[in-house]
C-alpha cells in the first residue's frame, strides 16, 4: 500500500550522498542513467518548459538547465530536493531551475496544460505503487497539448528474469505473483510495468507513443561493477546501438518510453 510518509523518510537518506564528477551527468555504473540521458539527447527541445517529477539528486534538471530550458524539479523528499538544490548551485544553473516539494498523487501546485516536456524518469511511477494511474494523470495534465512526456519504470518481465539471472528465486516469484518489487530497505515496493499496460495507460489519457525502449537488454544480467572503465564504455555503446530494437523490448530491468500529448497548443 503505498504510503507517500514512508517514501519520503525512504528518499531523505539518500540526501548525504556526496556529488562527484560534472553535476549534469550520470556517474553511475549502472547502465540506466546514461541510457536515460541518451534518450534526453534525442528528445528533449532546445528550450522551453519541463517538469522533472521525482527530480531525486536533480542530475537530469541540471542537464535540463543547461540545454537552455526553464525547469521545475517536483519531489516528495526535501532531503533530495536540498540535494538536487546544492547541485544547481554548483553547475551555476539555480536560476533557471525552481524546486517544489509535492506528492506526485495528489493534485499539483503546477500549471495545467503548461510544460513543453515532463519527464519522470527516476522510477517515481512504480515509487507511488497502486497509485500510479493518479500520477500518470497529473503528469498528462501538466503537459501542454502537443507536448512531450519521458518516463522510466521497472519492467515486470525485466525485473523477474534480473532475479532469476542472479539466483533470487524467491524474489522472481514475489514479482511474478504480485507485480511488485521490494526495494532494498523492504520500507516500499516498486510496482513493475508491462510495455502494453503502459502504453495502454497513457494512450487512455489522450497521448500516443513515439518510442519505447528497454535498458539494460543485451546487457541485461552482465555484473558491471566488475568491469574495467573501458570496458564499461564498451558495453554502454553496444546497449545505445541496440536501443529499441523489437526483440529485446521487455528483457531490461527498465522500460523507458517517450510518449507525446495529443492536439496543439
Given at each position: 500500500m503505498y504510503d507517500p510518509d514512508v517514501l519520503r523518510r525512504h528518499f531523505n537518506l539518500w540526501e548525504y550522498n556526496e556529488i562527484q564528477g560534472d553535476p549534469g551527468e550520470p556517474v553511475s555504473r549502472w547502465l540506466v542513467p546514461h541510457i536515460n540521458h541518451t534518450l534526453l539527447d534525442r528528445w528533449l527541445p532546445a528550450d522551453g518548459y519541463a517538469l522533472d517529477a521525482g527530480c531525486g539528486r536533480g542530475v537530469e534538471s541540471v542537464k535540463m538547465a543547461r540545454r537552455g530550458l526553464q525547469v521545475t524539479a517536483l519531489d516528495i523528499s526535501p532531503g533530495l530536493l536540498r540535494h538536487a538544490r546544492k547541485r544547481a548551485t554548483i553547475a551555476g544553473l539555480i536560476d533557471q531551475i525552481t524546486f517544489v516539494e509535492a506528492d506526485l498523487t495528489e493534485k499539483l501546485p503546477l500549471p495545467e496544460d503548461h510544460f513543453d516536456v515532463c519527464l519522470a524518469l527516476t522510477g517515481v511511477l512504480g515509487h507511488v505503487g497502486e497509485r500510479h494511474r493518479e500520477a500518470i494523470a497529473n503528469l498528462v495534465t501538466c503537459c501542454r497539448p502537443g507536448g512531450l512526456i519521458l518516463v522510466g519504470v521497472q519492467s515486470y518481465l525485466g525485473k523477474i528474469c534480473q532475479y532469476l539471472t542472479e539466483a533470487r528465486i524467491e524474489d522472481a516469484l514475489h514479482v511474478a505473483?504480485?507485480?511488485?518489487?521490494?526495494?532494498?530497505?523492504?520500507?516500499?515496493?516498486?510496482?513493475?510495468?508491462?510495455?502494453?499496460?503502459?502504453?495502454?495507460l497513457f494512450v487512455d489519457l489522450g497521448c500516443h507513443t513515439e518510442q519505447i525502449v528497454s535498458a539494460p537488454s543485451v546487457a541485461a544480467g552482465v555484473h558491471l561493477p566488475n568491469l574495467t572503465d573501458e570496458d564499461f564504455n564498451r558495453v554502454l555503446e553496444l546497449e545505445r546501438r541496440f536501443l529499441g530494437t523489437p526483440e529485446l523490448l521487455g528483457v531490461g530491468e527498465q522500460i523507458l518510453a517517450a510518449f507525446r500529448r495529443e492536439g496543439k497548443a
Open positions: 505473483d504480485t507485480r511488485f518489487t521490494h526495494t532494498v530497505s523492504d520500507s516500499f515496493e516498486d510496482y513493475c510495468f508491462t510495455i502494453s499496460e503502459l502504453t495502454n
